[in-house]
């Protein structure tokens, strides 16, 4: 059975069917992750621009005077928190830009030991990336690749040559997860589906294909038996008709030939 040209041909036409529903649905969920990667980069770059990075730099390094103490001195100092509150303050003016979500979030870490301060969704630990390791050592480093778990930008606020402050924005990537997993469900659920009908449209296919060569193999026989009537000359256009009237001409030849040669005989 499984050397059947029949099934030959079904094998190959449902392996076709589902080779190009996978290399469509996998372009697609490719592109679908593409969009989400680049609309984190765009977002990034919409909103960090020169005059922002300038701001947020003023911001964390923003100095106060206490009101004046009992003694004649003027301590001027840096107020850390108030330093995170104006930070915090642009970030969040910009929260829609940059698609702020409980899966997409910013951090205000410590330049120093890589504390959070502070964090949009409440988070008190981060993973040390290496987006975040790079700001921390003075680098502003973005991570969109998509063979990575989630996207991350981190910007370093310098005072002087030291990293004050690191803004760190990352992206769990749990809204495109779920987008391509149903995506990859619905996948396999076509693909459970088009392996049903392509096989059996396959099977009625190749049906067609090697009934006429079963029937014109069962002539063939018959004519090498002698029986010259065995084949029926076929109006149809196809190779098998044309397979089958070539073989009539063939018989009908030899039949010549053979009475010719008894007739010089006699």
């Keep these: 059975m499984f050397k059947s040209i029949r099934w030959k041909i079904t094998v190959i036409f449902v392996l076709l069917v589902l080779a190009t529903e996978l290399f469509i649905g996998g372009f697609n969920i490719l592109g679908v992750m593409k969009h989400y990667h680049d609309d984190f980069s765009n977002s990034i770059n919409e909103v960090f621009t020169e005059d922002i990075k300038n701001d947020l730099l003023a ?3 923003e100095i106060s005077i206490p009101a004046e103490s009992t003694d004649t001195s003027i301590v001027i100092e840096e107020n850390s928190q108030s330093n ?11 929260s829609g830009k940059l698609g702020i979500t409980s899966s997409r979030y910013y951090n205000i870490v410590d330049g120093s030991s890589g504390e959070i301060l502070f964090s949009s969704n409440g988070s008190t630990t981060t993973d040390a990336t290496p987006s975040l390791m790079n700001a921390l050592n003075g680098t502003e480093s973005k991570e969109t690749k998509l063979t990575q778990s989630y996207m991350d930008y981190a910007f370093p606020l310098h005072n002087g040559d030291a990293v004050k402050y690191v803004i760190y924005i990352k992206d769990t990537c749990q809204m495109q997860n779920s987008v391509t997993h149903s995506m990859v469900t619905i996948l396999l659920i076509l693909l459970l589906v088009s392996l049903i009908i392509s096989s059996i449209a396959g099977s009625i296919i190749s049906k067609s294909i090697t009934d006429p060569i079963k029937q014109l193999s069962v002539q063939a026989k018959k004519l090498a038996a002698g029986d010259i009537n065995a084949l ?6 196809d190779e098998i008709a044309d397979l089958t009237n070539s073989l009539i001409n063939l ?16």
């Design 232 to 237: 029926q000359k076929s109006d149809s256009k």
């Design 251 to 266: 018989a009908h030849t030899r039949k010549q030939s053979s009475d010719q040669a008894k007739g010089e005989k006699n």
């Design 59 to 61: 911001a964390a390094n």
């Design 84 to 94: 995170i509150n104006l930070i915090n303050n642009i970030l969040s003016s910009h």
